[in-house]
């Protein structure tokens, strides 16, 4: 072998044995115990709680490596609030041997939040409060004795991939999930920050799913803003903003904006049959309280149905069967609104209204967040539909403020899943006995019907 390729190769050993030296003993410093304190102390102060490490690794291309992070629940600590399966750091070597942890970014991995419900009401919110640079953090496991000062952190941009924020209520019902949460920030002077925000998918109490939202927000170490939300809600447009204070008293404004939402999508993403249901929803929502306490919720919001198709009823089915009306089977909405109120733990209906060719049916009262209903409602037919009925109407029907509609009141009771309601007893003057199919059992015995093909029963049957 020549000697310049030996002096070669011997001198390429030589600086690979020194940076394998120099790695070794910045993972042996980084991992000892006085470091690994005041990295934690650094890190506790800059988010203003306590923070579990379970070991940490460094490398020049993944940077600093820290595994098993976790953020004790304060009402609970023997579980975490956040976890997360990894965080990778780059930062500035020669400065955090002068005392100073400058971090250029932090890529949180697979992190996951939990909020929880206090057995009172309240929500456990991990709102990070403001506290001087020197003031230690309250309950922080105490670590080794360390001479001079800790580090001073200083972080220019953090990243979140893969994330998951999960709110679970005081029965343990997970509420609302954010699922495949990614976030890009930059941190500017103190502890503001600014960035990008995206979920590739939520869920609100199993119901409703938004997706793909995702937009600006800002930090300003006090109030939490994203102006300009956009998103997709069952085959439509969803646009909002949201401001979160976490001051000293925390308080939350939402306003939502609906457009194009298909109604068949959002039914079968309730988990309910849509049937021939057919039609759009378009609407705004504007909503303010405190993070805290669910019975501080209050606000407005107004929905209308664009040539919607809605299965009514069953009972209204029923007779819609009985007689061969089709408008009383699946009635198509040439106008129906509602208007809404939140507050007092209740989602007050000011006014509801659905109007087909020959029907009306409109509504007030409270459904209360417990889901129970009570509300009083009409139902009012036209001349057409009257004699179509053959006299089925009992005595209850009197005249309404609508010229050749007559109308009669009833209640709608029970719990959203299953209501009630005393409409047949009020149409027929009846007395209800042995319930709503006793008495259609009857009236199918007593009056005869025409076969249906196949086809169209199975429609019925929808």
């Known amino acids: 072998m020549p000697k310049l390729a030996k002096r070669f190769f011997v001198a390429a050993a030589a600086f690979a044995g020194v940076i394998a030296l120099v790695l070794l003993c910045i993972n042996l410093y980084l991992q000892s115990g ?28 993944g940077g600093l490596s820290l595994r098993g ?16 399966s990894g965080v990778r750091v780059r930062f500035l070597l020669w400065p955090l041997l002068q005392q100073r942890f400058i971090v250029r970014e932090a890529l949180l991995i697979e992190p996951t939040l939990i909020v929880r419900q206090a057995a009172d009401g309240n929500w456990i919110l991990p709102l990070p409060s403001r506290r001087p640079k020197d003031v230690e953090v309250p309950g922080a496991p105490a670590g080794p004795s360390i001479k001079g000062p800790s580090f001073r952190g200083e972080v220019d941009g953090i990243r979140l991939t893969e994330g998951t924020v999960v709110f679970i209520d005081a029965k343990s019902r997970p509420v609302l999930s954010l699922e495949k949460v990614d976030i890009d920030a930059k941190v500017l002077d103190g502890r503001k920050a600014e960035g990008t925000f995206y979920v590739a998918r939520m869920e609100v109490s199993g119901s409703l799913k938004p997706n793909k939202i995702g937009g600006p927000f800002t930090w300003d170490g006090t109030v939490l803003d994203f102006p300009d939300i956009k998103g ?24 939502a904006n ?40 209050a606000g407005k919001g107004h929905f209308e149905l664009i040539s919607a198709r809605l299965r009514p009823m069953e009972f209204l089915v029923k007779l819609g069967e009985l007689f061969q009306i089709d408008e009383l089977q699946l009635l198509k909405l040439h106008d129906a ?41 009409r139902l009012l037919v036209n001349a057409k539909l009257q004699k179509q009925l053959k006299g089925l109407l009992g005595e209850n029907f009197v005249e309404s403020e609508i010229p050749e509609y007559r109308q009669v009141t009833f209640e709608v009771t029970g719990k959203v899943d299953n209501p009630q309601t005393n409409l047949l007893e009020k149409i027929t003057g009846v007395k209800m006995g042995g319930g709503v199919p006793g008495i259609l059992k009857n009236l199918f015995q007593s009056i005869p019907t025409q076969k249906k093909k196949t086809g169209d029963k199975k429609d019925a049957e929808k």
């Open 34 to 61: 006085g470091v690994q304190q005041r990295l934690r102390t650094a890190v506790e102060r800059s988010l203003g709680t306590e923070i579990k490490i379970r070991n940490t690794s460094y490398t020049p291309w």
């Open 69 to 84: 992070l976790s953020i004790p629940d304060p009402t609970a600590p023997e579980r975490n609030i956040v976890e997360a």
């Open 232 to 255: 997709m809600l069952a085959g439509g447009n969803l646009t909002a903003s949201y401001r979160l204070d976490t001051g000293s008293e925390p308080s939350y404004a939402l306003s």
């Open 258 to 297: 609906l457009a194009g939402v298909m109604l068949k999508k959002l039914f079968e993403d309730a988990h309910v049959e849509p049937g021939k249901t057919d039609g759009q929803l378009q609407g705004t929502l504007n909503l303010t309280g405190d993070p805290r306490h669910s019975d501080s919720v």
């Open 337 to 377: 609104k509602v208007d809404l109120t939140i507050g007092n733990e209740r989602v007050t209906i000011d006014d509801l209204i659905l109007k087909s060719e020959n029907l009306i049916i409109t509504g007030t009262g409270p459904i209360k967040f417990n889901g129970k209903l009570d509300l009083d409602a």
